[in-house]
């Protein structure tokens, strides 16, 4: 019988860094590990490189103005990030949003979720070591998302395309039918994704049982979005405190159960299924009508005040601190993030696993860093 | 292992599914009418001038601050002898590429419909070995549209089509 090492020689733990430009780290994201052989002892992240004031830079920017801005915060899922951003100028503004522009941002929003998570199942797929093939076959669906937010905004990532009150200009003419295709392809997406990964004995072996966060700690960490859902906690903005149309929407909140890795991504994939829904029932109750409201001022100008507006983005709670002194300009204007409130709880997940899991657990927050830095 | 043969049988299939990819700079495919890349100058053809008049509007709207317009008198107006209705006319205009987000804001603020966003592939193959050369000037802002190989979309905001 050998005794284990550890009894006969004193070891020491060893820091690794990893990034800030580390293919695993999902944009600029540096964390440092000390790990003792292959064990994770302590994780030390440091963000900050992509910081780009951008809120400050909005205080500088009338309403419209800062609409490019925040969609440079959440660059994989922008509508959500306009979102938030025109809904807090509405309620300052006191402006009401006609119910065609409302289903249209329901439909916009819904499928930003799809592209986004599909950009999740493809990045994933990667840490956990299966190379280029998710993440091709995630390129080829998303693409089609994006092509057709292309033909309905001009842009294929910053679309710029809500305004205070309602949206730039009409979609297409053709806009249901091609959302019907591209629902089709989706679809078959995440069947293809389900036969893929998630019945995959290597890829099930690879997940279960990493990265676990119970559902009291998710909650003090802040968590949100699919992250928390996957610890059991069924919170979503959009049930929640419905706003848009959501109230008038069936849908079902997925949670998972054991909060580890695979759950996460499980939460995830089954969240689209509900996207799929919602967005279907939205198409059968769009109408013709008005995209922006029938007295819509000329130059806008907000009530003094202060509002916090939240909505569910494909990453959690995606939130809207603006306070007005009156005038066309936000006087302070907040975002609160879901990423940076999840990679908190980066630590805690990660500490006592191997080294290799470690990036499969920063994978499973689904991180977007300009979100996180801003 | 059974999970395996399902993945692998994915991987299978996409065989017999079409290609989606493209053979890029062999290949365009077709941009739509309402593709954003840069913004660019219109020409009036009618009267054989832009039909920017220099109003500032867009400069003033600009988030980022990248374009310098400067008008001057227009020689070519009536009390000049000339047949253009335009009293005053864009005399340099520059636009910085590298700074431009695309927002597409300028299109919007302009009264004269004389800006619009590039939605052919030239706009966006706008590669260069220096910044510098991403600052155009009133000849390079023209000259696609005083060519006519632009399909315009301005758009007119809050537009309904239905
Ligand atoms: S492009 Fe339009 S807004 Fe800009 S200076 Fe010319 S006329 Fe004025
Ligand atoms: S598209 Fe936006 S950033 Fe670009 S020149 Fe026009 S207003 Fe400025």
Redesign the pocket.
Known sequence: MVASPQHEFETQDLLINVGPQHPSTHGVFRMVLTIDGEVVKDVVPYIGYLHRGAEKLCETMDFR?GI?FMDRTEYLAAHNAELSYVMAVEALAGLEVPDRAQWIRTILCELNRLSSHFMFLGAFGIDVGVFGTPFIYAWREREAIIDLFEEISGDRMMYAYFRPGGLAWDVPLNFKERVREVLKSTRQGIKDFDELLTQNEIFRARTEGIGYISAEDAIDWGMSGPSIRASGVALDVRRDEPYLKYADLDFDVITGENGDVFDRYYCRLMEMHESVKIIEQCLARLEPGLIVPDKMPRMLRAAPGEVYIRTEAPRGEYGIYMVSKGGNRPYRLKVRSACLSNLQALKQMSVDQYVADAIIVLGSIDIVLSEVDR | MKGIAKSLMVTLSTFTRKPVTRDYPNYHRPLPERD?A??LLLWDKEVDEPFCTGCHA?ER???????TVLMKDNPNHKSNGGDSSRRKIIDKFW???A?????????E?CNFDA?A?NNTWQGHETSVHDRKDLVMDLQQLLAQSHGGAIKEWVPTLGQANE
């Open positions: 103005q490019g | 954003r840069f913004p867009c709207a600009c988030p980022v601050e990248c374009m636009i910085d590429y700074r431009c987000m695309r927002c597409n804001i300028c299109v603020v800006i966003m």
